[in-house]
């Protein structure tokens, strides 16, 4: 048992990254929400809004002896949006680079052999040999005589005296060429990406969790109050037709 825990939490543990919490803060609600903090104070000290939160209409709250007032429905309501801004603007300022990229890998793979030079694999290729850590990932085990082959053909063979002649360079046939090189480059280069910056990614969550959580409350608040009125009225009109 003890095994099977450490295994699936090595197993979290390896996969912990950004893509899997983007719908937190990169959806319309959480882009919306990054203006709250600016211009929330319109909405919280607004008498109007808090009247057109009431629930007179619609569940006859006035009648109701419990649950929320308009105005704490609207103070959870700020608050739960001020949380959510932090937290997409947190995650638009810390999220790596590989995210801006894509937020998935398909999506990052497909802009990055669109629009990528040679000049960002070479850099790519450097982060992978030069960073000190064993790949992350099968594709990291590329070999470097075949990456060097890809440059042959991306800038042109090294003459004798060691320059390049550009001449013979075709980056167009090495991209078709070495496809499956630059494939396996990208998606060990996302990985490193998407599971950096772990400690923002959890600040992001943590924030972004608190603020749905407060949005959550007025909606149940909501919800209990038009299902009890609605059962109140239907057992009101049952007893005086039996009348």
């Not at 629009?115 to 000190?132: A, D, K, L, W």
């Not at 990932?137 to 390049?164: C, I, M, Q, W």
């Not at 630059?182 to 996302?190: D, F, H, P, Q, V």
Request: with cysteine.
């Amino acid at each position: 048992m003890l095994n099977r825990l450490q295994g699936k939490w090595q197993t979290f543990k390896y996969n912990y990254g950004w893509p899997d919490f983007v719908f937190l803060f990169d959806g319309w609600l959480a882009r919306a929400a990054i203006a709250i903090p600016f211009i929330g104070y319109l909405i919280i000290f607004n008498d109007y809004v808090a009247e057109g939160l009431s629930l007179d209409i619609l569940a006859n709250e006035s009648a109701l002896a419990f649950g929320l007032t308009a105005s704490s429905r609207l103070k959870f309501i700020y608050f739960g949006l001020l949380l959510l801004g932090v937290a997409s603007m947190t995650y638009f300022w810390r999220r790596p680079h590989a995210i801006k990229l894509g937020k998935s890998l398909f999506e990052y793979e497909e802009n990055c052999l669109r629009h990528f030079t040679v000049n960002e694999y070479i850099q790519i290729h450097g982060n992978i040999r030069g960073s000190g850590y064993d790949s992350f990932t099968v594709h990291g085990d590329y070999y470097d005589s075949e990456y060097d082959n890809f440059l042959d053909v991306a800038l042109g063979p090294k003459e004798k005296n060691g320059e390049r002649d550009f001449s013979l360079s075709n980056w167009q046939a090495a991209k078709n060429k070495y496809e499956g090189l630059l494939r396996s480059m990208l998606i060990e280069n996302y990985h490193r990406g998407k599971t950096s910056r772990r400690t923002s990614l959890t600040i992001c969550i943590v924030t972004a969790a608190l603020g749905y959580a407060l949005l959550a409350v007025p909606s149940v608040d909501v919800f209990i109050k038009v299902v009890t009125d609605i059962v109140l009225n239907n057992g009101i009109e049952a007893a005086n037709e039996r009348h």
